[in-house]
């Protein structure tokens, strides 16, 4: 048993859930109607209790050891093993999936937070059922009901693994040219059935020894579908067959040919894997012919918040071991008080900084995961047809900020940590260095940040003709200019009014750089907008939080632990706006230049 | 033999070195009046030989073996020794020293050079002779003609290793706490030798291989001594001791007693070293009583100039990877042309942007750092007094924006080039994240980038009653005033313009904080205005090189290899200047808002 490292406290989270975003409306619904708030705690603190006490202790372990391949199979490391036991014996894999297949039914955004209590105690060995249960989802959406009563149950209960099989070595964010094939299967019997072949990189999960069976979901183009993405059909491929009555039947022929040594969660492997090799590899087709990137972005718009919580649950892991060390850490008088003796670095200003945009960054993530979450809840279970299209329209407008920018700032703000500890932070003692290592892949898999930046201007601005956006931001507007000359936030609410103005112009201007043939100018900004939206939206909610804190200040005593809260929220609020917003304005400036220097350098001056 | 992965091309180098900063002027110098132009391109491109077929074919095996620990012993990476081996027959160990102590006498700006080189093709293996040299030339500096005799050539020759022992377990950044303590010998018949006790952490090149012998320079406090830095002294501590004639007498009682594992330079061994467990430890003061700091930091200054180099060096690989890659890997086609096939990701805009990030990143920290490595040149070779002085003066108030900008921001790089690459980026075979793992130790030692801000704003802004930095950022704005109108460079001469009349304000902010009683706003923020200056700077030379290769455009074929270089210098300065540059106003405006959120927060609240 390994040291535990993870040390959340879930105070923020209850804010958010209980105070920001408001349960009772979730409560209101049908699907939610037998929780309560205690529920919800009890669960939140349950969860916490697993991730500190099984997944956590595990962490380092899964680092060190890693996977180890040989002959075509996977041994995950050791300390991976009690921690899947846990997690399916209690139920904690599909926490919010549905009840009549195993899964405990929870409102989306509390699903959201045990997710980052659980990857954050143990990223690498969370990806396991994650694909499992994302997969499942799959299937229970799409599949026949004898392909749902075959998988879906066992896949949300720790009884088969799943993968999600899309990247090729020639495919990567490039999916439409995959190669991997289908052809009918006569001897089957069943016109479902078809043999597949092809070869399959950078697959998550895609061999191990958590479960005896995986089930694979693969795209593969029928033979004959057209060129492109529109080709593409999603296969059921279990690596051993299933029987119709559930047992099992012959290995499937396919086989994992190697994994990858990777940067972070090396615990979590990576494999290629190769169907059909032999002839013998059987699918069974998902729903229609030639629909299979629609389906699979289902999942995938799942798998982009849960990636976007995978650099929020780091950089929180980084903010928790940090204030820890630097409250701990003695070390030089303030360069502001030289006289004095040595104090806690905490004191230090500069780490004071780092640690404020860890608290700040972290929160203010938090707000927006939770945010589009909650959003997501809306959207599923609401009554009014009206209020439910209006979420899910905002929840996919937001959900390319969820997994960018959380990706791209988590991993920044791991750096923070590593500089607040110093030479410690190098090395592997504590953790830090790990969740920076660990952080990094969440900008690359599931869609890079460009893909992201790319979905969000070329398809979620058009939204309703660009209404979800404009009613978006004119909201963003109103509520900076009603507290404008609020006599805490003043200054906070007229830099998050410059931002706002500053990218709606964004946008603006886009749309002339479209109009005008010049959508080069919009592909070289694409990432900066996303982050200039994301930082806005986030600017939004923390100064709702803000707000919020500051009236709950006056019904506690300032010095209990809920009035320090409040009193930090207030700070962060501030800080938030008057030291990480203030990038909005960078990235306009370079915008405003209009440069293309990037694309009118010669090829080979690089 | 590993593979090489060191791929540096030259041309930017000589760039700078031959036409942007003027060579001329050193080798009218008497000490480089032996050297012409030739010999040093001659010399950079044998350095680069030993750097492709020597270094860099054992950097990854430094990273995947790491050092291993056994009873106080530690072997390095196997393929180290060879590395060793070349650069010790060859004189490539002590570039820029004295030819009288076997050195080679070159300018401190091709030595500067050389470093990139080296420590691109491998950082971790670089740092064992490059703590030999730097010890060796403080002693060739402050020691007797009797230390010098004895340590001096051996260590700048590969016969004896070196190390600087700063660092204890309860003293870090905070050096004046150190516990190590030196006491009279009177037994050894000689006052300049006392006994050594005391525990010294995070030690590079602590113990190794590689020579029979190695010489620690050791900071401790002579027993009634004054506390803090004042006190401290410096003592040459052979691991085994050195008899007057050269002879190797008894072992020193020094023993390693553990050895780090780190998030990178997995092959430069980090050492815990007990000095005089037995009582039998002795040392040689080296200069007079309580003068160690001072002298320390004459290295000191030359390791953080190294430091800088090699987080730029670190980006530099990490553009060589991702612009050879990008030319190679065919993937989707262009956001701006759906219809058309599939292209080379080079030709991906959002592709593009990181690449000039990398590319302007790289050469405009080259170019800050040649820049100061010239000053370093003048400072000490020319015959005027008032120059040297200049220069000097201009080299000390640089040395910290090198340090700690090339550090933070060659780690920034990296992950453009991991981004890049995508999943093959994550994975070991690119060695683009090693180059991050690499990299991120240089923020951390030889000074933190606070404490690099701090020397900044508290000592070196104030060189000549701030007259040193006001002359410079008045050169800046005339220079800007001067080219306002530029048909190709207008805009950026504009924003140069801004910039750096944002940096001189924050200085006079600065100055009233101090008058005011507020330091805490200038601690808060100055890590911010480095990089504000360290921008402007860059700014500056990044022009200064536009204009130049602007000129030298109508001397060659715009299609010629030097052509398009001079094409790409032209872009890549428009490109620092409207994208990376802006990043001052982004800071400037977090400054305004003279923001304490930071420490008004309870401590309690984090």
Sequence with gaps: MGTNFFRRETRDIEFLLFEHLGIDKLLSYEAYRDFSEDDFRMIINEALKVAREVLGPAMQDGDQEGC?????????????????????ENGWMAVSQSPEFGGQGLPEVVGGFLSELFMGANLAMMIYPGLAVGNGRLIENFGTEDDKTLFVEKMYTGVLGGTMCLTEPD?????????TK???????????????????????????????NIIHL?????????????????FIVPKIWVNPDGS???PNDVY??????????????????????????????????????????????????????????????????????????????????RGAGRVPIIQHEDVRRMLMNLKAGTEAMRAMIGKVFYLLDV????????????????????TPLVKAYCSDYGYDLTREAIQILGG????????????????????????????????????????????????????????TKKHQDDSDFGPDFKLLFQAAQATGDIVSRYMKYFKEGKPRLVALTATRFLECFAEVLMGQLILEQGLLAREKIKQVDGSSSDGIFYRGKVETAKYFCRNILPNVFARYTALQQEDTSAVDIPEEAF
């Design 424 to 479: 410690v932070g190098y090395c592997r003692e504590f953790p830090v260095e790990q969740y920076a290592r660990d952080c990094k892949i969440a900008s690359i898999w599931e869609g890079t940040t460009y893909i992201q930046a790319l979905d969000l201007v070329g398809r979620k601005l058009g939204i309703e003709g660009g209404k979800v956006f404009q009613d978006w931001i004119q909201g963003v507007m109103a509520f």
């Design 248 to 250: 099992l039947g012959e």
């Design 379 to 398: 959207a599923e279970q609401d009554t009014d047809d009206a209020i439910r299209k209006e979420a899910q329209q905002q929840a996919d407008m937001f």
């Design 218 to 234: 693969v795209l593969a183009r029928i033979e004959g579908a057209p060129q492109g993405t529109r080709g593409i059909s999603l």
């Design 68 to 88: 180890i391949y040989e002959d075509g199979k996977v041994k995950v490391p050791g300390a991976f093993h009690e921690c899947w036991r846990v997690l399916a």
């Design 171 to 179: 495919a990567g964010s490039d999916v439409g040219w995959l190669r």
């Design 182 to 212: 289908a052809v009918p299967d006569p001897e089957a019997g069943d016109p479902r059935i078809y043999k597949i072949e092809g070869t399959k990189q950078f697959i998550s999960a895609g061999e191990h020894d958590f479960t005896e």
């Design 256 to 337: 994992c040919s190697g994994i990858e040594h990777k940067m972070g969660v090396a615990g979590s492997v990576t494999c290629t894997l190769n169907f059909g090799e032999n002839g013998k590899c059987r699918g069974i087709l998902l729903g229609e012919a030639n629909t299979g990137m629609a389906k699979m972005f289902q999942m995938m718009n799942e798998a982009r918040m849960i990636t976007g919580v995978m650099g929020q649950a780091m950089a929180a892991n980084a903010y928790d071991t940090a204030r820890q060390y630097a409250k701990e850490r003695v070390q030089g008088p303030l360069f502001t008080d």
